[in-house]
C-alpha cells in the first residue's frame, strides 16, 4: 500500500504561485507514475498533470505553460509548481500514483488526501 503525504496548499492571490509536494512511502517509487488532480466545489475531479518514471509529463490544457510537475526519486517526492494562478485553480489537489507507470487516468491506484489551494481575485 503507497501512502501519500501532499503539503504546500495555500491560500495565494491571483497571479501568484505555489509549490506543492507530495512523499510517497514506497521502495520502488522509481516505477510508479505519478499525478496532480483536483476537485473544485460541486465540480469532478480532474486530471491536472502527470509524470512517468522516465519524466515524460502531460498536462491539462487548462494549466499548460502555467504549471510543471516534477520528481526527485531519490527523495520520493513529486512536485507541482504552479505559477499564474487563477481564481479558477482554486480546489482541493491530490497526489496519485500509477502501478502501471502509466499516466492513464484510470490508472491511478493510490491517493493522497489533500491539500487546498486558493486563489483569491
Known amino acids: 500500500q503507497v501512502q501519500l503525504v501532499e503539503s504546500g496548499g495555500g491560500l495565494v492571490q491571483a497571479g501568484g504561485s505555489l509549490r506543492l509536494s507530495c512523499a510517497a512511502s514506497?521502495?520502488?517509487?522509481?516505477?510508479?507514475?505519478m499525478g496532480w488532480f483536483r476537485q473544485a466545489p460541486g465540480k469532478e475531479r480532474e486530471f491536472v498533470a502527470g509524470i512517468t518514471g522516465y519524466n515524460n509529463a502531460a498536462y491539462a490544457n487548462s494549466v499548460k505553460g502555467r504549471f510543471t510537475i516534477s520528481r526527485d526519486n531519490a527523495k520520493n517526492a513529486v512536485y507541482l509548481q504552479m505559477n499564474s494562478l487563477k481564481p479558477e485553480d482554486t480546489a482541493l489537489y491530490f497526489c496519485a500514483a500509477s502501478r502501471s507507470g502509466s499516466v492513464v487516468v484510470t490508472d491511478f491506484d493510490y491517493w493522497g488526501q489533500g491539500t487546498q489551494v486558493t486563489v483569491s481575485s
Open positions: 514506497e521502495r520502488t517509487f522509481s516505477n510508479y507514475a
